[in-house]
């Protein structure tokens, strides 16, 4: 079986895990607060190679994992809307939202097996887009 076979088959399985285990090493670190507005300035390659990268942000919110990952989805869903070679600032806001992590089998249990494994929730950071100003164009 190949690495991708074996991940198809066990990242559904690991995700519950996963998450309990983010929380208890990096717990500490996520945000206090609900809501936070600011901007971060993202650069798309002027190769268009999809390289895309969030070169300045200013935002009150703790340095944690769970930013990272937010704005590495917000600037891979940005690239879309951005020329090669454009520079922009995004006017953000960052709200904290609890989800469900309900298992890929979750329609096939019946009441009792679900009573036993209920859903994971966690919390997580979502980024809104509230304006976008270009600053440069590539040529």
């Given amino acids: 079986m190949s690495k991708a076979t074996f991940d198809a088959v066990f990242v559904p399985a690991e995700a519950h895990y996963r998450s309990i285990a983010q929380h208890q090493t990096w717990g500490h670190l996520f945000p206090e607060g609900i809501y936070y507005e600011g901007y971060v300035r993202i650069a798309n390659s002027i190769y ?3 390289n895309r990268l969030c070169i300045a942000e200013k935002i009150d919110i703790s340095e944690s994992h769970w930013w990272f990952e937010a704005i590495q989805d917000f600037t ?4 879309e809307d ?3 070679g454009e520079v922009a600032d995004f006017y953000i806001a ?8 309900y ?4 329609d ?6 679900r009573e036993e494994y209920p859903p994971a929730v966690y919390k997580k950071l979502v980024i809104t ?9 590539g040529y």
């Fill in 129 to 137: 887009q509230k304006k976008k100003v270009i600053i440069a164009k």
């Fill in 82 to 84: 951005m020329e090669n």
């Fill in 94 to 101: 960052v709200s904290v939202v609890s989800v469900c992590d």
């Fill in 108 to 113: 096939d249990m019946d009441e009792e097996e």
């Fill in 103 to 106: 298992p890929d089998y979750w």
């Fill in 48 to 50: 268009n190679a999809g």
């Fill in 76 to 79: 891979f869903d940005a690239n």
